[in-house]
Protein backbone atom coordinates (compact mmCIF):
# COMPACT_ATOMS: atom_id res chain seq x y z
CA UNK A 1 0.00 0.00 0.00
CA UNK A 2 1.71 3.55 -1.10
CA UNK A 3 2.06 5.85 1.64
CA UNK A 4 0.59 8.98 1.86
CA UNK A 5 3.08 11.69 0.90
CA UNK A 6 4.10 14.19 3.28
CA UNK A 7 2.75 17.89 2.36
CA UNK A 8 4.88 20.42 3.89
CA UNK A 9 3.03 23.15 5.83
CA UNK A 10 4.82 26.53 6.61
CA UNK A 11 3.74 28.83 9.78
CA UNK A 12 4.51 32.40 10.05
CA UNK A 13 5.11 33.49 13.47
CA UNK A 14 6.13 37.28 12.22
CA UNK A 15 6.29 39.32 9.33
CA UNK A 16 7.57 42.72 9.64
CA UNK A 17 5.30 45.37 7.78
CA UNK A 18 8.45 46.22 5.66
CA UNK A 19 8.62 42.78 4.41
CA UNK A 20 5.05 42.93 3.84
CA UNK A 21 4.86 46.18 1.73
CA UNK A 22 7.97 45.24 0.04
CA UNK A 23 6.26 42.11 -1.22
CA UNK A 24 3.17 43.89 -2.14
CA UNK A 25 4.95 46.28 -4.37
CA UNK A 26 7.57 44.05 -6.13
CA UNK A 27 4.05 42.33 -7.04
CA UNK A 28 2.59 45.78 -8.53
CA UNK A 29 5.57 46.29 -10.24
CA UNK A 30 5.63 42.75 -12.02
CA UNK A 31 2.14 43.38 -13.17
CA UNK A 32 3.28 46.71 -14.46
CA UNK A 33 6.50 45.15 -16.69
CA UNK A 34 4.07 42.79 -17.92
CA UNK A 35 2.07 45.38 -19.04
CA UNK A 36 4.85 47.47 -20.20
CA UNK A 37 6.04 45.39 -22.40
CA UNK A 38 2.97 44.55 -24.25
CA UNK A 39 2.55 48.87 -24.58
CA UNK A 40 6.23 49.02 -25.51
CA UNK A 41 5.64 46.19 -28.45
CA UNK A 42 2.66 47.72 -29.31
CA UNK A 43 1.05 44.09 -29.15
CA UNK A 44 -2.85 43.65 -28.22
CA UNK A 45 -2.32 40.31 -27.06
CA UNK A 46 0.62 40.59 -24.60
CA UNK A 47 -1.07 43.30 -23.33
CA UNK A 48 -3.75 40.73 -22.08
CA UNK A 49 -1.78 37.67 -21.49
CA UNK A 50 0.39 40.11 -19.02
CA UNK A 51 -2.87 41.32 -17.72
CA UNK A 52 -4.23 37.87 -17.22
CA UNK A 53 -0.76 36.63 -15.75
CA UNK A 54 -0.75 39.73 -13.39
CA UNK A 55 -4.52 39.29 -12.08
CA UNK A 56 -4.10 35.44 -11.58
CA UNK A 57 -0.57 36.34 -9.59
CA UNK A 58 -3.14 38.66 -7.45
CA UNK A 59 -5.41 36.02 -7.07
CA UNK A 60 -2.99 33.37 -6.00
CA UNK A 61 -1.78 36.12 -3.34
CA UNK A 62 -5.01 36.50 -1.84
CA UNK A 63 -5.66 32.53 -1.46
CA UNK A 64 -2.33 32.23 0.24
CA UNK A 65 -3.67 35.37 2.66
CA UNK A 66 -6.96 33.82 3.11
CA UNK A 67 -5.23 30.84 4.38
CA UNK A 68 -5.03 31.68 8.14
CA UNK A 69 -1.00 30.78 8.98
CA UNK A 70 -0.20 33.33 11.15
CA UNK A 71 0.55 32.20 14.25
CA UNK A 72 1.89 33.71 18.02
CA UNK A 73 4.53 31.29 19.77
CA UNK A 74 2.60 29.36 22.03
CA UNK A 75 -0.24 29.21 19.09
CA UNK A 76 2.98 27.41 16.65
CA UNK A 77 4.43 25.10 19.45
CA UNK A 78 1.15 23.41 19.95
CA UNK A 79 0.50 23.22 16.12
CA UNK A 80 4.37 21.51 16.21
CA UNK A 81 3.20 19.34 18.96
CA UNK A 82 0.37 17.93 17.25
CA UNK A 83 2.35 17.50 14.02
CA UNK A 84 5.32 15.90 16.11
CA UNK A 85 2.28 13.66 17.76
CA UNK A 86 0.62 12.55 14.54
CA UNK A 87 3.94 11.07 12.97
Not at 15 to 42: E, H, K
Amino acid sequence: MAEKPVVPEIIIIKQPMLQSIVSDAVTFAMGLALLGVGIAAGSSAMQWVGAISFFLCVLTRGKRLLKDNRFTIPQARARLDELEAGQ
